[in-house]
């Protein structure tokens, strides 16, 4: 009965069940890691939208690494976009730094070499600006969507100074964010095959 729960819900959202299976009898435990895999957004060739151009997060859309809703916190969302124009979308900064880990874990039959844009939003702005030239504050008092510690991202140096500055942390580029960063912020390890 829980399993056929499950698998509706799952369907209902949009989703696909991967994993263990969960048990039938609602007094056994359920699977240390079920994954819930949110398709990518097709790209729409009539929005009159750039095929690697930044897009907005359409309401449905779900983040692939925590079934989250990221038009929800649009101050936090970040995006992938594959050379097809199709596009992930992400609850936070720290979300998509673990789907760059393994993209095919969260989106079969997709690789890394795929992406040809990713964005997050300028914390200060809200625009979008592109991920590997933000600069990120690690450390500081603010609490992403999963009311955890994140990665707030900035397009300008001052800016990511004047946060840090106010709510603590230090400042980050791309390249410094690694699985160990990663694995601490997410509180548990990063999937790698």
Not at 32 to 61: I, K, Q, W
Not at 94 to 118: H, N, W
């Amino acid at each position: 009965m829980l399993r056929i729960d499950l698998v509706l819900a799952c369907a209902v959202a949009g989703m696909f069940l991967i994993g263990d299976g969960v048990q039938p009898h609602e007094t056994e435990p359920l699977p240390s890691e079920v994954c819930l895999v949110a398709p990518p957004t097709p790209f729409d060739s009539a929005s009159g939208v750039a095929l690697h151009a930044p897009r907005a997060v359409p309401a449905d859309a779900r983040c692939p690494v925590c079934g989250m809703f990221p038009a929800r916190a649009p101050d936090w969302a970040a995006q992938v976009i594959f050379d097809n124009g199709d596009t992930q979308f992400f609850d936070s900064p720290l979300s998509l730094f673990l789907y760059m880990q393994d993209v095919g874990y969260y989106t079969r039959g997709r690789t890394a070499q795929e992406i040809a844009a990713s964005y997050v939003t300028d914390a200060d702005s809200g625009h979008w600006i592109p991920a590997n030239r933000a600069i990120y504050v690690h450390g500081s008092s603010a609490t992403g969507p999963m009311r955890g510690g994140n990665l707030p991202a900035f397009a300008d140096v001052g800016a990511a100074q004047r946060f840090a500055r106010a709510r603590g942390g230090v400042l980050l580029h791309a390249a410094d964010i690694d699985p160990g960063l990663l694995q601490s912020l997410s509180g548990k390890s990063v999937h790698r095959h």
